[in-house]
């Protein structure tokens, strides 16, 4: 009987590919369609504006595009941030195609700001002043911001003629200072609430309140638990919160690397900061949650990354809000609406917290009966338990501080997305909404906005979504808002120029407002007139805002119309309304260039998946074949070469045990007799404790390449030691390749010699004088051979780990100016490649490797150690273990980086071309003399979180070049006397937090080029007389938080420039008049927490730049007349604003001149609340901006 034949596989494949087709199309339906598309030629009778004023048509010619940053609607007056210039635009209905503003506000940078911000490193394009802030305060003020040339600047200005109202504050805290940074900001209850970066390096996220009657706050600075990188969105007021929207990195999925999730914070408005001890001047009501947009199922589809939040409206009679959510940028392109009731998210700020409980532990829910009453979070009040959060027990504000993540996700309104679009070109970024749509005013339309301005409109039934049983939603209308013959077209600036900025619904006009960078177009919400003369097209658009009229055409339904009209929204059947021909549906027939069938791309997904595990399948039998022929020939080769008795052989290494016999003569040189063993040219490549039973596997030539070296079990100085270039060094597959290449006789065939006795001889290299005089082997060329490797090996890795830990620059706040270092970038470095980007972007990323080789099962077996001095690099000094191994080395055109962490000795040998090295984290007790004589390049050196406790004198001598030294969180007492005559680069030198105390007039000697010298949180109680002298380019100091009682006359003659001086936490008691007088340019003056009870008349004289004052938590009952006014230019007088509160006033006449001076300038003040009369009892606990009469002393 014959055997039915099977099918051959290429009909079998095609009919397994047209099974899936079907189940496919079961599996993924398509999205439904628009019912109808508007045609790209109505662009044309959309109004636009591009910079048109009164009278004129369009800009001048040759006159720059527009660059809009923000767009803000009061009533029917359009205002337009833009760069430089702020528009006012009224929104009557007007025929015009053109859109023309009526009043026009320039506001440039002034150019010593523009000077700065080219001189750190900005393009002329970036420094411009972009509004960035744009609020209506009053009923008719503006609040306006501005990036300002990065350094941002808020002003108000009068709503009807643009004009200043009051000088300009800061913008630090509310105005970002990149323009391409986002932020939102928004007034309540007459106070600022902002939620941006505060530093140059945008680095320090903030939630910040300002201006108004309450102290001012702002979230922890540089903690992951509050934010990790946010994006902020867009904020509301509810109740007696504010709640915020972002999306952030998730710590609680830090076992997932990075993982964007959206969350929702909160804050109480009347919210005054924690106590002295705890969150002072920090909000103590902080929490946040996760927001949750999926689509349900066995495994939830989640929609991650927020883009659009609209404000709160009331659906259904329940407050929500919608926001658009979209997919990461790597996984499949999709995008969601999904709402929110504001009910359910206040309910879950009522919940569980979570909390880590270790580092390496999962985040998990805190029992009940951990959490503290009452509870944290909630807004103190009066009539409460405490009447204000600065009174909360610190039990309290501690489990707030560390516990603001809720453990619970807010839910969607119906647990599913309302709306879901996936496969689109372009994600959904904007969304509006109308609850009053309709001639009744009872449906709710959705317009979503895409990134370059496509517009889907939905009728959305939230009633029944609301309920929880979301029904379908209506896809009415597919439309286009960008006008490239007005806003210029998409090639001519990118997508960058067609990327939409708001969407924004005009109810009054029956239209959107939609803002790109270069215009401003306004579309109607509906083309109701597209379908006149067809009325089966015109009730079947199912368009709240359309109807048929009597007459035979399509009008437009405002709310309240008394007019006759015809309208389905239901979707009923419309085939008893005859056909016409018309626009429903009739651009469709064509697959529209924004979608994909998700039936071709399913499709083709599985087809390329089954054609590849077929081929696959064919090509793993053919490779299982050809190792087994290859092994029969290895075992018969083996074979004859045992049986040549004392014959000569050659072995290859590197090719894991295959063997070629040349016999006598043959290609490998000297002969090799019978009785040698063959590893004795192989134990310096091998691990210690490798014995000859390792090596010899089944008899006395057979070698076994499983235990032969391999890149991940070679020890890092032995990899990096033979390098035939200078970027040879770094951990990657190439630099083994070289490596291994230099180990063998032939550079093509990598053959080693296997002696019986002893390896042949080799010429003995020369060796060279390195730069301190020792004799250092030379590095072979390409095709050299370095002969015999006598290093000892080490135990190296067999795993590694990326690990990172980045450290940001200088406190911002603190320090005023950015740090020397880059800005963090959150890595994992699992292999550097020698050849990828400089390595500059991660000098403060600190990356190690963790583990060691263990190899199993064989005794140890002791090998002496090899003399390896005369072979290490230069950089290697006597006393200096060889601790490269746990460091990461990352090549770079501009010099090497060297990054250490938990190390116990210092790292050598260091590469000669060493431009920064950091050694951190780690227990180091001391630094030899040498460690820095070969790395004569270094320009950066970072120390800090160590345990140096005393530093030689001679230490920076070899690395004059040195700009940059951080010697944070040690344990040293003094510094040695002249430690920096050499030192004529360093610019930056950080000792804080040491354990400093008599200080020298010698200690700075030779630091002419130092800006920045940071000796804060130390035990200095007294400063020398001439200890600044020739700091001549000092702009920074920091003494804060030392035990000064007194400073030296004269002390500040030295520095000429300086712009910041911290002097706060220390034991002051009287400020004279000859410390800060002859400093000029001074922006900065700190001087908060002593115990100030006296400050000379003229103190601040000639203080003409000052813009920050902090006198807080002193012992001040009074000032001399005229103090305050002494300060100089009064348009530029406190532009950051200042601090007198937490002192003892004494509300007499002697305050008189005070209190006009803090009346006058109220704006600027912070604390205003806190600032208030100790006496005379009449007037005790009286804030000074209520006093009006003050009594005789």
Partial sequence: MRTPRALPPCPALLLLLLLLLGVAHGLFPEEPPPLSVAPRDYLSHYPVFVGSGPGRLSPAEGAEDLNIQRVLRVNRTLFIG??????????????????????????????????????????????????????????????????????????????????????????????????????????????????????????????????????????????????????????????????????????????????????????CKNDVGGSPRVLEKQWTSFLKARLNCS????????????????????????????????TPSNSIPGSAVCAFDMNQVAAVF????????????????????????????????????????????????????????????????????????????????????????????????????????????????PNASVSGTTGPS?????????????????????????????????????????????????VPV???????????????????????????????????????????????????????????????????????????????????????AVVSGFSVGWFVGLRERRELARRKDKEAILAHGGGEAVLSVSRLGERRGTGPGGRGGAGVGPGGPPEALL????????????????????????????????????????????????????????????????????????????????????????????????????????????????????????????????????????GPWSPPATSSLRRPVPHGPPAAA???????????????????????????????????????????????VLPSAEGTTVTCHGVTEFPSPLPADTVHLSVEFSNLTQLPAAALRACRRLRELHLSSNHLQALSPGLLAPVPGLRVLDLTRNELRRLPLGLFLTSVALRTLVLRDNRLRDASARWLWGLRALGHLDLAGNQLRALPAGFLTGLRALSTLDLGHNLLETLPAGLLRGPRRLQRLHLEGNRLRRLGDDLLAPQPFLRVLFLSDNRLASVAAGAFRGLWQLDMLDLSNNSLSSTPPGLLA??????????????????????????????LWLHANRHKMFSQNDTRCAGPEALRGRRLLDVEELGSP
């Fill in 295 to 326: 689509v349900p199922g066995d495994s939830h589809f989640y929609f991650n990354v927020l883009q659009a939040v609209t404000g709160v409206v009331s659906l259904g009679g329940r407050p929500v809000i919608l926001a658009v959510f979209s």
């Fill in 683 to 818: 134990a310096p490549l091998m691990q210690n404790g490798w014995t000859k039973a390792t090596l010899l596997h089944g008899g006395p030539h057979d070698l076994d390449s499983g235990l032969l070296p391999t890149p991940e079990q070679t020890p890092l100085p032995q990899k990096r030691l033979p390098t035939p270039h200078p970027h040879a060094h770094a951990l990657g597959p190439r630099a083994w390749d070289h490596s291994h290449a230099l180990l063998s006789a032939s550079a093509s065939t990598s053959l080693l010699l296997l002696a019986p006795t002893r390896a042949p001889e080799q010429p003995p290299v020369p060796a060279e004088p390195g730069p301190d005089g020792r004799l250092c082997a030379p590095r072979p060329g390409r095709a050299s051979h370095p002969g015999d490797f006598p290093l000892t090996p080490h135990p190296s890795p067999d795993r590694r780990r990326g690990v990172s830990a980045p450290t940001g620059p200088l406190d911002p706040s603190g320090d005023g100016l950015p």
């Fill in 82 to 267: 833009d760069r430089d210039n702020l528009y006012q635009v009224e929104l009557e209905p007007s025929t015009s195609t053109e859109l023309r503003y009526q009043r026009k506000l320039t506001w440039r940078s002034n150019p010593s700001d523009i000077n700065v911000c080219r001189m750190k490193g900005k393009q002329e394009g970036e420094c411009r002043n972009f509004v960035k802030v744009l609020l209506l305060r009053e009923e008719s003020t503006l609040f306006v911001c501005g990036s300002n040339a990065f350094n941002p600047i808020c002003a108000n200005y009068s709503m009807d003629t643009l004009q200043p109202l009051g000088d300009n504050i800061s913008g630090m805290a509310r105005c970002p200072y990149d323009p391409k940074h986002a932020n939102v900001a928004l007034f309540s209850d007459g106070m600022l609430f902002t939620a941006t970066v505060t530093d140059f390096l945008a680095i320090d996220a903030v939630i910040y309140r300002s201006l108004g009657d309450r102290p001012t706050l702002r979230t922890v600075k540089h903690d992951s638990k509050w934010f990790k990188e946010p994006y902020f969105v867009h904020a509301v007021e509810w109740g007696s919160h504010v709640y915020f929207f972002f999306r952030e990195i998730a710590m609680e999925f830090n076992y997932l690397e990075k993982v964007v999730v959206s969350r929702v914070a909160r804050v």
């Fill in 842 to 888: 991660l000098r403060r990323t600190h990356t190690f490797n963790s583990g060691e080789a263990r190899p199993g099962g064989h005794r140890p077996r002791r090998h002496p150690p090899a003399d390896s001095t005369h072979l290490l690099p230069c950089g290697a000094a006597q006393g200096i273990a060889s601790s490269l191994k746990e460091c990461v």
């Fill in 1126 to 1155: 002494s300060l100089g230019r009064p348009a530029r007088d406190m532009q950051d604003g200042f601090d007198v509160s937490h002192n003892p006033w004494v509300c007499n006449e002697d305050l008189r001149d005070l209190c």
């Fill in 350 to 461: 009522e919940g569980r917290f979570r909390e880590q409980k270790s580092p390496e532990s999962i985040w998990t829910p805190v029992p009940e009966d951990q959490v503290p009453r009452p509870r944290p979070g909630c807004c103190a009040a009066p009539g409460m338990q405490y009447n204000a959060s600065s009174a909360l027990p610190d039990e309290i504000l501690n489990f707030v501080k560390t516990h603001p993540l809720m453990d619970e996700a807010v839910p969607s309104l119906g647990h599913a997305p309302w709306i879901v679009r996936t496969l689109m070109r372009h994600q959904l970024t904007r969304v509006a909404v109308d609850v009053a749509a309709g001639p009744w005013g009872n449906q709710t339309i959705v317009f979503l906005g895409s990134e370059v301005g496509t517009i889907l409109k939905f009728l959305v039934r």
């Fill in 526 to 612: 509906a083309r109701c007139q597209l379908h006149s003369g067809c009325m089966k097209n015109c009730i079947g658009s199912q368009d709240p805002y359309c109807g048929w009229a009597p007459d035979g055409s399509c009008i437009f339904l405002r709310p309240g119309t008394s007019a006759t009209f015809e309208q389905d929204v239901s979707g009923a059947s419309t085939s008893g309304l005859g056909d016409c021909s018309g626009l429903l549906r009739a651009s469709l027939s064509d697959e529209r260039a924004g979608l994909v069938s998700v039936n071709l791309l399913v499709t083709s997904s599985v087809a390329a998946f089954v054609v590849g």
């Fill in 474 to 522: 209506v896809f009415l209308e597919e439309f286009e808002t960008y006008r490239p013959d007005r806003c210029g077209q998409s090639g001519s600036g990118g997508e960058w120029g067609q990327r939409l900025l708001s969407l924004e619904l005009d109810t009054a006009s029956g239209g959107l407002l939609a803002a790109f960078p270069r215009c401003v177009v306004r």
